[in-house]
C-alpha cells in the first residue's frame, strides 16, 4: 500500500508540473507484473496527454540496473486552473 501511495504521489506531481495547475486523480490503477524482494526500484512517470480538463500520466516501475518493469500505473487527473 505504502509503494502504490508514493506512485500516486509521483503522477500526480508530473501531471500538475505538465499542466501549471491544480489536479487531482479521477482514476488510477496499478499493475504489478512481479515481486521485487530487495534492492532498489525506480519509478519514471511521463505525460501521455495533456488537455484542458484531464491529463494521462503513466508511471513505470524498473527494478536494478537492468531496468526490469515490474509496475505499471497509468493515471487520469482532473485538471482545475488556478
Do not use: C, Y
Not at 501521455?48 to 480538463?53: I, T, Y
Amino acid at each position: 500500500m505504502r509503494v502504490r501511495h508514493r506512485l500516486a504521489s509521483v503522477t500526480e506531481s508530473t501531471a500538475e508540473r505538465a499542466s501549471g495547475a491544480l489536479s487531482w486523480s479521477s482514476d488510477s490503477k496499478t499493475n504489478f507484473f512481479r515481486p521485487v524482494r530487495a534492492g532498489t526500484v525506480e519509478a519514471v512517470a511521463r505525460p501521455l496527454h495533456v488537455g484542458r480538463s484531464f491529463i494521462v500520466v503513466q508511471t513505470d516501475v524498473f527494478e536494478g540496473r537492468e531496468r526490469v518493469l515490474v509496475g505499471q500505473t497509468p493515471q487520469t487527473q482532473t485538471v482545475r486552473t488556478r
